[in-house]
């Protein structure tokens, strides 16, 4: 079971439809800094579920559309699809592949889809937490998170086993 | 919740250990629930002390000490609580080449069972991958991606006893 | 006192802008007071944006471009009220090569009139350097330190607009 | 005007006396992770009279005192002597190298001497403004004190210009 292929359009930086397809093993991602790369992972973090703007880097969730660069107009709404890949039926419903799709809009309304179907954000969490990919605090450590699990009080550092348990 | 807490809590502690002794040789570790008492607000503090040395506390340790500690933790999360897919974002600026080079064997191992991404600077860690996403910006400012498969992925040999300094 | 903080803030101001100049192509940045009216607990904000965005806030810059910003600040400070000596500690692992090396063009503008030393794991900023002092652990865990001269330092060419991204 | 030597003695990892010279323009410290080279800022800082024990990432003052190894018993005192360079006369006396020197025994009490002589803190800061090389914070750049700039309060900032004006 992996990720098969992430599609982004108006998610932060990602003005233009990005589609990008994965493989199992070790992959990097590299590049300028300011070029995107932790947008990159935010992407992935939000549409696993992701509920803390701050954990994105923006006052609210709609800070996460593209804000418009001095030669292109803002967006109004982003949307981040992943595929996930089922062959092993780790996921218990009959599909090789699971496709996961969040979006929002100016307003800050968040919309989830699970192979297109509107659906509310527990059933994302429901259909994710059966596989292990959960949500991010447990398989995604943003950039300067290693500081922040140091600094953090005891009782925060109880919310990463708590997630994965 | 509170017995899948404390069943998560004795795995992940116990491979908490394992890993200090891998990324600290001749070190040691542990991580102490703060109020066992109360097991249900209890905190989680870690210890963890290099090889050589007395200290306990995480706020003497040095950066690159502070990095393998945070690692450490989270690597133990990974393996009590598997996942098939794991993204770091630039976690190991701080480490020299030898820490380096045990970061990147524990990597290999996870990436054996599951799918790991890695945002990095680090020209070794780009070695050992076998597909590579440049990221860079257009002239208006935005996001595009190039993807492009390595050849001959590297995993790093075991650094033997003789590299330690 | 007032009188001095006044016109030390005009210097470094005036300093920042130009340093945010070079340290981001076609960017800008300012240091503002945040209450000027009570100069005397106003603090101070500082607001950078690379070259082709729009973002002003620090929040949402990435983490090189936050380093950049940080640099910014110090440097500004070191021009306007100039020390004959300057202590770096790994202040350049989130820089990207081309940043890497319009910090390092700096670095060795302040050598010209003042003593620089700079702890580090970056090979590239070790070919700036005249003396090299190689710190290690004795058998019994304190510290030893050797040094040793380095031939002909490099001094950083200047990288030039064709460079730029 | 430039740092020439420092001697240390019991501060820190430094057990052994360790006495080393320094030049003008650009010198690195280089060393695997816990070997040492941030223990030779905070001597530094330390010498130039910094006062806060968490800046130099202890509990108490006296935890700069060296603490043990599990092969070598902890001392009684630190010490740390820093020889400048006064040949073009920017500090006010006759004499073209001035030794700034500070100790620490375990109970805390710090002493500061200029050339052999017992003075008071403020007779240290009062030497060292008039060369600009200031107190710490305007000349020493910290680990992870770039990241600390950013989210330092705007109130906070002020200090850094205050210092050096
Ligand atoms: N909503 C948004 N709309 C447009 N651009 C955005 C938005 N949010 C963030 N950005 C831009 O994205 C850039 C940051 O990108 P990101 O943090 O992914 O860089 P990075 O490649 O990780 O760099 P580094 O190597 O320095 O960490 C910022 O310069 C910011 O201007
Ligand atoms: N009072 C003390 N007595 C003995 N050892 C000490 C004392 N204070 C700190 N140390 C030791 O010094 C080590 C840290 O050294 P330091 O922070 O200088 O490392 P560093 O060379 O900067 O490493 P890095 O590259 O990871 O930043 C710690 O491992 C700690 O055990
Ligand atoms: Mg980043
Ligand atoms: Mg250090």
Redesign the interface.
């Given at each position: 079971?992996?990720?098969r292929q992430i599609q982004i359009r108006g998610f932060?930086?990602?003005?233009?439809k990005?589609v990008?397809?994965?493989?199992?093993?070790?992959?990097?991602?590299?590049?300028?800094?300011?070029?995107?790369?932790?947008?990159?992972?935010d992407a992935?973090?939000w549409a696993l579920g992701e509920q803390g703007a701050r954990a994105l880097?923006?006052?609210q969730m709609a800070?996460v559309i593209?804000?418009?660069?001095?030669?292109?107009p803002a967006l109004g709404m982003a949307e981040v699809k992943l595929v996930i890949d089922n062959e092993a039926g780790?996921i218990p419903v009959p599909m090789s592949e699971i496709e996961v799709s969040r979006s929002i809009f100016r307003s800050g309304d968040s919309e989830y889809r699970i192979n297109g179907k509107l659906v509310r954000l527990l059933d994302v969490q429901e259909l994710l937490s059966e596989?292990?990919?959960?949500r991010a605090l447990?398989?995604?450590?943003?950039?300067?998170?290693?500081?922040e699990?140091?600094l953090s009080?005891?009782?925060?550092?109880?919310k990463?086993?708590?997630e994965?348990? | 919740?509170q017995e899948?807490?404390d069943?998560?809590?004795r795995d992940?502690a116990g491979q908490f250990e394992r890993f200090v002794k891998e990324l600290f040789p001749g070190g040691e570790g542990r991580l102490v629930l703060?109020d066992p008492a109360h097991p249900l607000?209890?905190?989680?503090?870690?210890e963890a002390s290099p090889g050589r040395k007395r200290v306990k506390r995480?706020s003497l340790l040095s950066g690159g000490e502070?990095?393998l500690?945070?690692?450490a933790?989270?690597f133990a999360?990974?393996t009590?609580?598997?996942?098939?897919?794991?993204?770091?974002?630039?976690?190991e600026p701080a480490l020299d080449d030898l820490n380096l080079h045990r970061f990147l064997r524990l990597?290999?191992g996870f990436?054996r069972d599951?799918?790991?991404?890695?945002?990095?600077?680090q020209k070794r860690?780009?070695e050992?991958?076998?597909?590579?996403?440049?990221?860079?910006?257009n002239?208006?400012?935005?996001?595009?991606?190039l993807?492009q498969r390595l050849e001959h992925?590297e995993v790093p040999p075991d650094p033997g006893d003789a590299a330690s300094p």
């Open positions: 079971m992996f990720l932060k930086s990602f003005a233009d990005t990008l397809e994965f493989i199992p093993g070790v992959s990097v991602i590299v590049g300028p800094n300011g070029s995107g790369k932790s947008n990159l992972v992935i973090s880097r923006g006052g800070d593209f804000a418009g660069t001095p030669s292109r780790l596989s292990g990919i959960g447990h398989t995604v450590v943003g950039q300067g998170q290693l500081e699990v140091l009080r005891p009782e925060d550092r109880r990463y086993i708590e994965a348990a | 919740i899948s807490f069943a998560a809590f992940v703060t607000e209890a905190g989680i503090e870690i995480i502070r990095s500690a945070a690692l933790f989270l999360i990974f009590a609580r598997p996942s098939p897919f794991y993204l770091m974002d630039e976690v990597v290999a990436a599951a799918q790991v991404m890695i945002v990095t600077h860690t780009m050992i991958a076998s597909m590579m996403y440049g990221v860079s910006l002239k208006d400012g935005t996001t595009k991606i993807c992925p």
